[in-house]
T-cell receptor, first 113, second 113 residues
Framework: ETGVTQSPTHLIKTRGQQVTLRCSSQ?????VSWYQQALGQGPQFIFQYYREEENGRGNFPPRFSGLQFPNYSSELNVNALELDDSALYLC????????????FGQGTRLTVV | GQNIDQPTEMTATEGAIVQINCTYQ??????LFWYQQHAGEAPTFLSY????GLEEKGRFSSFLSRSKGYSYLLLKELQMKDSASYLC??????????????FGRGTSLIVHP
């Protein structure tokens, strides 16, 4: 158990819909990162939030957006869902933005039909 | 962009030693990570190398050569529970003081009796 919890664990959405995934960071961690992991692939970095500000972004379109709240919990929002968005979405928290050790949640399995 | 290469699959015998290699091409290098991911579970942090050399942590060791763009993860005294995917990830220092991680596809290690 890492202390990082994600909800929901599984989700089925229809193409074109919008989805919000949630992540509760480990206590004391002010940095959260979100990843997309397709089957058989490594996690792909979506973006990172540090103290409620986005401070790093991977190669994902603007329809992937996020928020971090004062208690450091976080949301990932995806608009206009596409079939290729079907994946495991992982969040990871770390003590600071520069801390190399990140603790991952169990992920949300998103299926877009 | 970053390019990370690691073998897709390896097999080894319980009690043996296995070395999983990772090569990378990147600019702005700021560290290399190894994570372990069991099927259906979240990745867990194993090691972090930012300087050349060997880092040892129990049965696991990780080596880095920045000039060669090369790392390996060494697992000794293999146990059946070591069967998992091993992810190599490189972190680069991006503008604004952020860090962007890039994961490889992972090496699926199968340990047999």
């Amino acid at each position: 158990e890492t202390g990082v919890t994600q909800s929901p664990t599984h989700l089925i959405k229809t193409r074109g819909q919008q989805v919000t995934l949630r992540c509760s960071s480990q206590s004391g961690h002010n940095t959260v990162s979100w990843y997309q992991q397709a089957l058989g692939q490594g996690p792909q970095f979506i973006f990172q939030y540090y103290r409620e500000e986005e401070n790093g972004r991977g190669n994902f379109p603007p329809r992937f957006s996020g928020l971090q709240f004062p208690n450091y919990s976080s949301e990932l929002n995806v608009n206009a869902l596409e079939l290729d968005d079907s994946a495991l979405y992982l969040c990871a928290s770390s003590l600071t933005g520069g801390d190399p050790e990140a603790f991952f949640g169990q992920g949300t399995r998103l299926t877009v039909v | 962009g970053q390019n990370i290469d690691q073998p897709t699959e390896m097999t080894a015998t319980e009690g043996a030693i296995v070395q999983i290699n990772c090569t990378y091409q990147t600019s702005g290098f700021n560290g290399l990570f190894w994570y372990q991911q069991h099927a259906g579970e979240a990745p867990t942090f194993l090691s972090y190398n930012v300087l050349d050399g060997l880092e040892e942590k129990g049965r696991f060791s990780s080596f880095l050569s920045r000039s060669k763009g090369y790392s390996y993860l060494l697992l000794k005294e293999l146990q059946m529970k070591d069967s998992a995917s091993y992810l190599c990830a490189v972190r680069v220092h991006a503008s604004g003081g952020s860090y962007i991680p890039t994961f490889g596809r992972g090496t699926s290690l199968i340990v047999h009796p």
